[in-house]
């Protein structure tokens, strides 16, 4: 009750940067400053696919400005930051991409509800209302893990079938969305359900914050 109490108090109060500091006016979010920096790549190597060929949209490193938003957006519960970094993703994405889908990365629901929101949620769904597509939650995470930040990179293969898809897919292009991509098993277990339900290779885009 009292982390909810203080998420509406949050508009109300003064408010600093929380990727640079500053003193925010009336900007949601991120000052202009930071939000001019927020410039998307697009990227053709990556541990997502062994194709060198576009197919993840990043702002950049997990560092400096990125680095404090996506920690503020995941445990800090500044969701407006969802807004500005979800819009410079989505302008980022090619046009020849013709995504037809959203789709964030799930949290297990004890997570989900420990925490009041999926960070990833919020970002494919400003993404999507950029694109003018739905955001579909077409996966579930079916089990429980340890925040991946404390594991070591060789514990994280534990999150092997731990994704499930439980709707019906759509034909076409989806873009699957997180906050950070590190090692890349995350997305990598999100991709491997997708493929099991049908989705071809070439029909899966990424996009993340940063890495």
Same mark, same amino acid.
């Given at each position: 009750m009292l982390k909810r109490g203080l998420n509406w108090l949050r508009p109300l109060l003064p408010r600093a940067c929380p990727g640079c500091g500053q003193q925010l006016g009336r900007?949601?979010?991120?000052?202009?400053?930071?939000?001019? %920096?927020?410039?998307?790549h697009l990227? $053709?190597?990556s541990v997502l696919t062994p194709d060198i060929t576009p197919h993840l949209v990043t702002l950049g490193r997990y560092d400096a400005v +990125? !680095? !404090?938003s996506v920690r503020a957006l995941k445990f800090s519960g500044v969701r407006d930051l969802a807004g500005p970094l979800g819009l410079a993703l989505a302008q980022g994405v090619p046009a020849g991409w013709q995504v037809r889908a959203v789709v964030p990365v799930p949290l297990h629901? $004890? $997570? #989900? $509800?420990?925490? %009041? /929101?999926?960070?990833?949620? &919020? +970002?494919?769904?400003?993404?999507?209302? #950029?694109?003018?597509?739905?955001? +579909?939650?077409l996966l579930s995470r079916t089990r429980y893990t340890a925040a991946q930040s404390r594991r070591h990179a060789a514990q994280r293969q534990h999150l092997t079938g731990a994704f499930q898809v439980t709707r019906a897919v759509?034909?076409?292009?989806? &873009?699957?969305?997180?906050?950070? +991509?590190?090692? %890349? /098993?995350? &997305?990598?277990?999100?991709?491997?359900?997708l493929l099991d339900a049908g989705v071809s290779p070439a029909n899966l885009k990424y996009a993340v914050v940063a890495r």
């Open positions: 900007e949601t979010g991120l000052c202009v400053r930071c939000c001019a %920096g927020l410039r998307p990227e $053709r190597h +990125l !680095r !404090r629901p $004890r $997570r #989900e $509800r420990e925490r %009041g /929101y999926n960070q990833a949620e &919020l +970002l494919a769904r400003s993404i999507a209302a #950029e694109l003018q597509v739905p955001c +579909l939650p759509p034909p076409g292009t989806l &873009l699957l969305v997180d906050d950070v +991509l590190t090692t %890349g /098993y995350t &997305l990598q277990a999100c991709r491997d359900a």
